[in-house]
């Protein structure tokens, strides 16, 4: 490896997701292994613009793998979008002596990223974290795994009050745009149907569906509707087929941030902690504006096009396992 750097930063932007705790914790302890400093950048992008720095060491981060969210807490940054809060990021950046920059988030974070390199060409990795899963070039990101147990175990326990007063719930999940949580957790929780962004399912194909339970003298089910759904969101799908029937009745559970909260499973600490020591050893290696990603469980590195060009597409299978099991 080229070691020529010799102080790296590390942050996390955007939306929290669990397992970016065990992210920063694998960046501080690879930097510790190489015998590098290591910086924490409190706030993302906003702290960097107001210098809040601290430097990191291997005892820093015990005893965080197991928690969800983010020690380096997280922000939004209006002014980092503009010349003057980035040169203000970069003053304090040069000020710590931070030669390069692992950030942790999604597409936004990477956005902000690619544009600090271009102006300042500092080497920097981004390491995906973000429950949706919707970044091109990798297979998982950090946080999905856990966001789509969470909903699993909702709509089990939301099934156990369906089956008791005979109810038909819609149980809308987040993703953004994208549909990889509601047809994960769809099929493990027995969803009579999956509404997400990337499949034209019309309301008049899901009444039907809905129909043929009717028929069946079959009242209570799941309904598992993306936030990022084309034809409505839950309350809005459950008042079109309150209008069109009485035969259900109907509710709708919205579980929102609950799913960004809690433990992060096994496999996002895992994936967190191969992702944090390979953006090190990227830097290391001289890569720079990438972003780190696991496919066919190998590491591989993705430039910025790559991930702002391209969908991660929900393979079609998924599709037709889901519309098979929901008869």
Do not use: W
């Amino acid at each position: 490896m080229e070691n020529k750097i010799l102080k790296i930063g590390v942050f996390t932007s955007g939306g929290d997701a669990p397992g970016m705790n065990a992210a920063i914790r694998a960046v501080v302890r690879a930097c510790t292994y190489y015998k590098l400093e290591a910086y924490g950048i409190m706030r993302g992008y906003e702290g960097m613009i107001d210098g809040d720095i601290v430097k990191l060491g291997a005892r820093s981060v015990g005893n965080i793998i197991q928690r969800g969210g983010t020690i380096l807490k997280s922000a939004r940054s209006t002014e980092f979008r503009t010349p003057e809060g980035r040169k203000k990021a970069y003053d304090n950046i040069k000020k710590e002596g931070i030669e390069a920059l692992v950030a942790i988030g999604g597409d936004g974070t990477f956005t902000g990223l690619h544009k600090f390199y271009e102006e300042y060409k500092i080497p920097s990795i981004c390491i995906p974290g973000t429950i949706d899963n919707d970044l091109a070039g990798t297979d998982y990101t950090i946080g999905y795994d856990t966001a789509t147990n969470t909903a699993v175990e909702a709509i089990d326990k939301i099934r156990d009050t369906a089956l008791s007063h005979n109810r038909l719930f819609f149980v809308e999940v987040m993703g953004r745009n994208s549909g990889y949580i509601a047809i994960n957790s769809g099929i493990a929780g027995g969803a009579a149907a999956v509404i997400i962004p990337e499949e034209n399912i019309t309301f008049e194909e899901l009444f039907t569906l809905l129909g043929a339970g009717e028929k069946s003298n079959r009242k209570s089910n799941v309904i598992v509707v993306a936030e990022g759904s084309k034809i409505g969101d839950a309350n809005t799908l459950a008042k079109m087929v309150a209008e069109r029937s009485s035969y259900f009745d109907i509710k709708v559970t919205i579980l929102g941030h609950l799913q960004r909260g809690g433990s992060p499973t096994y496999f996002d600490r895992v994936l967190a902690s191969k992702m944090g020591i390979a953006a090190v050893e990227g830097l290391l290696a001289g890569k720079m504006d990438v972003m780190v990603g696991v496919r066919n469980n190998e590491m591989v590195y993705n430039d910025f096009d790559t991930i702002m060009t391209k969908h991660h597409e929900i393979d079609s299978e998924s599709l037709r396992i889901a519309k098979i099991l929901s008869i």
